[in-house]
């Protein structure tokens, strides 16, 4: 798998977390989250087993200098002095951080709830801005708007290289019913606020035999597929493909691929992707080469080798090429763009992308007992490094589009989208950024 992250954060995360506490979206006190000697014991088990996988498969056999066994000890330590699941679970992800990886990190059980912030925010160059809001949520009705600079949260100040173990110890590692934001509007003084999110509980184990739960479980996964299918607008002989993960089928690739084929342009909307499978990534360049491409070298922990993409030959769609990348842009995206640039086969416009670029795979592990259910979690570890074929990493650099275009504030605020704009303006289907603001409305849970 491709995935789907200079100022260091104060703290560690174990600290970090054990600051933010353990608020429950179900309203409980924290003394509910308070583990049992037995639940301590198997938070150590998780330790040792997030250990033993990256000790054997991570592609770094020095670990980039780290001490690991030193740093081990020293998170079995903070584990036996944790207070609750959501501290030890901090002191998991505090073991793997100072590897300084974007794509090694731990995967905690799941909690029985859902949470949704009714909000989203990212980097608008070096700029942490809201980007959205959903009508009717409680940031709603707080006057959280698109274009407000978000200054903090819960007491954090966002950068670039912190914003994903922010949004990774909020969202993972210790979720919670509502998140304080630091907000500051334009022309505006900052103010705090409190944006309650919108829980929904999920049982603690279901049960196969009830078709209330079989029919929850097929609804939650229906909003999620809903949430992040590819999207296409036709505009004139330009085809927009919107494509929010690299996690679809070989066959929405190729009909793409088909239907790009009747257009003399094609804009490529990676924003907001976060990577996803190799094999899509693969899949979809060699659609638009018409000879075989090298994408990279997989650095390993024994080897090296080409990762190439094979080419359609001449059923490869030949046409114009705009690619879209913003900062939350990861991985497998930020792969297709730079592969894009190299080989200039096209243009690349919006942000300079995350700079989350490796190559990982997933370890699942499961216990129960002192939990009273079957508990998965897992950890995902960086096997390779990734180097393009000028020799470079794009890991903590990122793509530099070709044109860098930033939404102003208000732009966010009147819900314009100037890059989009841009691209069908280079395919030749010029159009306002009000109007192609509306192509692709965020879509929520």
């Known amino acids: 798998m491709l995935r789907a992250t200079h100022l260091r954060l104060a703290l560690c995360l174990g600290i970090l977390i054990s ?19 037995l639940q301590r014991d198997e938070a150590l088990r998780m330790l040792k087993d997030v250990d033993e996988k990256v000790s054997k ?17 020293e998170a079995e330590q903070k584990i036996s002095e944790a207070q609750s699941l959501s501290d030890a679970f901090g002191v998991i992800a505090w073991f793997l951080d100072a590897l300084n990886d974007s794509h090694t990190f731990f995967v905690p059980p799941r909690r029985p709830f859902l949470v949704e912030d009714g909000w989203e925010a990212g980097f608008i160059g070096d700029t942490c801005m809201i980007t959205a809001v959903k009508e009717g949520s409680d940031a709603a009705s707080k006057g959280l708007k698109p274009g407000d ?26 979720p919670r019913s509502g998140i304080k934001l ?24 279901y049960d196969w035999r009830n078709g209330i739960d079989v029919w929850n479980v097929i609804r939650q996964a229906e909003n999620e597929e809903e949430r992040n299918k590819p999207r296409t607008i036709e505009e004139g002989d ?11 089928s070989d066959e929405q690739i190729d009909g793409f691929l088909h239907k790009a084929n009747n257009h003399k342009a094609v804009v490529i909307d990676l924003r907001g992707n976060p990577g996803g499978a190799e094999e899509n990534l693969s899949r979809l360049l060699g659609g638009v080469f018409d000879h075989e491409v090298k994408i990279a070298d997989r650095v390993e922990r024994k080897s090296s080798k080409p990762f190439v993409a094979k080419s359609r030959g001449s059923h490869a769609y030949s046409g114009k090429l705009v690619v879209l990348v913003d900062s939350r842009s990861a991985s497998a995206s930020e792969l297709f763009a730079r592969v894009i640039q190299l080989e200039k086969r096209g243009t690349v416009i919006g942000d300079r992308s995350a700079g989350a670029v490796m190559e990982a795979r997933q370890f699942p592990f499961s216990q129960g007992s002192a939990f009273g259910t079957d508990l998965p979690y897992g950890v995902e570890v960086t096997v390779a490094d990734l180097k393009m074929t000028d020799g470079t990493s794009l ?10 275009l930033l939404p102003s504030p208000e732009e966010l605020a009147a819900g314009a989208d100037p890059q989009l704009a841009r691209a069908l303006q280079l395919a030749g289907a010029p159009m306002s950024s009000a109007a192609a603001g509306q192509l692709f409305p965020v879509r929520w849970r």
């Open 238 to 248: 330009v085809l927009v493909w919107k494509l929010p993960q690299f996690l679809v």
């Open 149 to 174: 600079q978000l200054m903090a949260i819960e007491g954090f100040r966002p950068s670039r290289t912190n914003w994903w173990k922010l949004t990774y110890a909020f969202h993972s590692l210790s």
């Open 182 to 205: 630091t907000v500051v509007s334009p022309g505006s003084q900052p103010r705090d606020l409190t944006a309650m999110s919108t829980v929904h509980e999920l049982p603690r184990k």
């Open 19 to 37: 600051l933010l506490g353990s608020k429950a979206p179900s309203g409980d006190k924290r003394s509910a989250d308070v583990m049992t000697s």
């Open 57 to 73: 498969e991570y592609y770094d056999a020095t670990y980039h200098g780290l001490n690991l066994d030193a740093r081990y000890k």
């Open 395 to 404: 890991e903590h650099h990122g793509v530099v589009p070709d044109e860098i």
